[in-house]
Structure formats: structure tokens, C-alpha cells
């Protein structure tokens, strides 16, 4: 009985681990605020769109034009996120966020705003997010120092973020039906200088300098060949590709499929989206837990899997409480795929070419979106949203199956770079002996 309680602190110390680097603490704190605002823009935009227009299309041109920069623009970011200082660059995009965020308050607050500010300011914070993205997700290592606390780090990095998705769009979705859309945006606008501040008070050590180095596009040659040439971060990249593309995308259809089919308003669209959010934050304390990278290769497709079902559920979910339940079972699949794809990619990548890879990685999750928006906006119109989520869903277990069958080469892959880091040595050598047992004998 006595063991317990050490048993217990000794489990939460192993998922806290990465807060004992001081700079990771303020990152944590700062950005967890920051996101709330951030899931608050994301409803109350959504819900302005479809006030404004009653247009399923709009919706998916909206969420197009916030997410084709990224794919656009992600590859140039990722050179300089590897050539310049990381910190500077994210001390820039966070300013420039908040910036858009005031912009859309003041719009919507005296009542000018019009559905073209609405997609020239979305368009903006896509090209402001093609810059961030990489910049934040090389800027991890830089934080937690050592590579077996990256997995930890990446895990909390998603706890926070769908903490933040259960707070934020159930503010939202009460505040639009008292005040409306424009306090939602105020809020995002104050709440960036939470992680302005924290990087303001990081002490980071100075960028060691670097040679000129070669063109960039010679640099994004080379980081595209890596990455397409281990298979490890091949199938993880091709397969965040195709659910981010058919998948994903079923989070811009919700305000019409809360008013379609549920039958609801702002505060349905909110604790829905606030469902949505317990379930990822569940995944992500999972893989909080775990003590590194090893064996998350076998995760990746069973969650892309759960995530595809989940979707087959909402698409035939009778009401809101079961809507509610396969929304929250869609996204602990979605995040568990997410969150393992990025611990592992994070884990295996050389680190001069982190910057790269994480843009590629970008490329494909975010980048792949404002196709997928499109797509969505159109099924949505021609054949409803039911049936355009239940085709997203069918899509993505079809993308877990394939990726199943190139299980084994990623392991063979993935298992010497974690012997060399000393991750889970037992592992790799048991896939050391497991092939030489399967060898054919000499002669």
C-alpha cells in the first residue's frame, strides 16, 4: 500500500519531465493562453462565415485561403528556420497574429466587416503560419535540450493545445450568442501577449553563427530528397498527407452540420467542438506517458484507423450526444496519429535539416487542408455533409491499411537510429534478432 503514492509521483514525474527546463516552462504557460484565443477565432470565424453567407463553399474557400500558404510557402520557411534564429522568427509571427486578430476585432466590433476581409485577413494568417509552424516545431529541441524528452515535450505541446480546444470554443460559442463574434477576436488579439511575454523572458543563448551555406533552392533539393528518401518519414509524411486532404477537413463542415443536422446554434457548435477537444487532450496525456519514441511506429496507423471511424460515426450519429461522443473518439485517434507522427519524425531527423523536414512536415498536414476545405465546401453542396464526412472516413482506413503493410520496413529503419540514441536499446536489439532468425543461412 505504501508503494503507491511513490508509484503515482513517479508516473506523474515521468509525464511532466519536460518542465524542468525553464524555457519550456514559459513556452508551455505562454502559448497555453495564447491558444485559447486562437480556438475562439476559429469558431467565431467559422460561425461569421456561415451567418454572413448560408454557404457551405465559403466555408471551405475561407479555410482554403488560410491554409494554402503553408503548403505554398512552408518548403522557403523551413530553409530559414534552419539558417536564422528561431527564437526572433516566432518573436515576429506571434506579433504579426496579433496584429490580424485586432484587425478582425475592429472589423467586426463596428460592424464593417464584409466576407472579402474575412478571407484577405484569413489569407494573412496563413502566411504568417507558413513561417510559424516551422520555426515552433524545430524551436522544440531548442527548449528541452535533450532528445529523450522530446516525445514528452511533443506529447505536452498537444495536451496543451486541446486543453485550449476544450476551454476555447465553449467560451466562444457562449459569448457569440451574448455579445457576438467580435469580443471572440478581441480575446485572440490580448491573448498573444501571453506568449510574447514568455518569449521575451526565455534566456536563450546566442545563435552560433553560420556560413552562407548553399542556394536555397539547392537546400530544398536536398531536404525533400531526405525526407522522401528514409522510409520512415516518407510513409508518415504521405499518409498525414492523404488524412490532412480527406480527413481533417471535417472540422470546417461543423457549423453545417450543427445547424443541418443537429439543429443547433453557436453554443451546439461550441460544446461540440469542446467534445472534440476532450478527446484529443485524452490521446495526448496518453502519449505523454510513455517514456520515448520507441514503438510509436505502430501506433501511427491503428489511430489513423480510430480516427476514420470516428468519422463513420459522426456521419451517422443520430443526435448530439452521440455526435458528441464520435467527435471526441475522431480526434484522440487524429492527434494520436498526429502526435506520434511528429515525435517520431522529431526523434529520427538529422538536426541540420530539422527546419526542412518540419516544413515538409507542415506541408503535409496544414498544407494539405486548404484542398481538403475545398473539397469539403463541394461534397457538402452536392452531395450533404453527412455523406461527405461518412467518404472522408471511408478515405482514411483505407490510408491506415496501406500504411500497415510498410510497418515492417519502418521498424527495420527507425530501429538502428534508436539504438544509437539509446532509446529503448531492448527493442532495437530484439529487431536485430528477430531478422537474423528470419535470415537465410549461409552457405
Known sequence: MKGRPASRQGTLSLMMRAFKYRNYRLFFGGQGISLIGTWMQRIA???????LTGSAMLLGVVGFCGQIPTFLLSPIAGVLADRFDRHRILLATQTLAMLQAMTMAWLTLSGRVQVWHIIAISSFLG?????????????????????EDLGNAIALNSSMFNGARLVGPSVAGVLIGLTGEGVCFLLDGVSYLAVIAALLAMKVPAPKPK???EPVLRRLRDGFGYAFGFAPIKFIILLLALTSLTGMPYTVLMPVYVKQVLHGGPGTLGFLM?????????????????????GLEARIPLSTLVFGLGLLLISAAP???????????????????????NTIIQTVVDDDKRGRVMAIYAMSFMGMMPFGSILAGWGATHIGVQRTIMLSGILSVLGAA??????????????????????????????????ELTAPPED
Open 127 to 147: 502566411l504568417v503560419n507558413a513561417f510559424d509552424i516551422p520555426a515552433r516545431q524545430s524551436f522544440v529541441i531548442d527548449m528541452v535540450e535533450r532528445k
Open 402 to 435: 496501406v500504411f500497415y503493410t510498410r510497418l515492417g520496413s519502418i521498424r527495420e529503419s527507425v530501429a538502428p537510429v534508436f539504438r544509437r540514441l539509446g532509446i529503448a536499446p531492448e527493442v532495437a536489439a530484439g529487431l536485430e534478432s528477430a531478422a
Open 211 to 213: 556560413p552562407a551555406g
Open 274 to 294: 469542446a467534445f472534440s477537444g476532450a478527446g484529443a487532450l485524452l490521446s495526448a496525456v496518453v502519449l505523454a506517458s510513455r517514456r520515448s519514441a520507441a
Open 45 to 51: 470565424m467559422s460561425w461569421l462565415v456561415y451567418r
Open 319 to 341: 443526435g448530439f450526444p452521440a455526435a458528441a461522443a464520435a467527435i471526441a473518439l475522431a480526434s484522440f485517434g487524429m492527434i494520436s496519429q498526429m502526435a506520434s507522427s
